[in-house]
């Protein structure tokens, strides 16, 4: 199964060494051979210098969000 990976026509590299704001809008994903999505219409807004620790059960989904984060 190939990866879908979306990349908006009007999205932008950022620029090395200059805080940007990170925003994930109605994220949804699916773990291959899974019935149901572990992430479903997910919205996330980071700020600049803005501190955040995901925090929750085995299986909620942490690393998920930060493996998206990094587009892996």
């Known amino acids: 199964m190939e990866p879908e ?15 940007q704001r990170i925003e ?4 949804s994903f699916t773990h291959p051979h899974a019935d149901q999505p572990v992430l479903d219409d997910f919205s996330l807004i980071i700020e600049p210098g ?5 925090v929750g059960e085995d299986g909620a989904s942490k690393t998920t969000i930060i493996k998206l984060l990094c587009r892996f």
């Not at 803005?50 to 995901?54: H, P, S």
């Open 5 to 19: 990976t979306i990349t908006a026509s009007d999205a932008m590299r950022l620029p090395v060494g200059k805080a």
């Open 24 to 27: 994930f809008r109605r994220v």
């Open 50 to 54: 803005e501190k955040v620790a995901f």
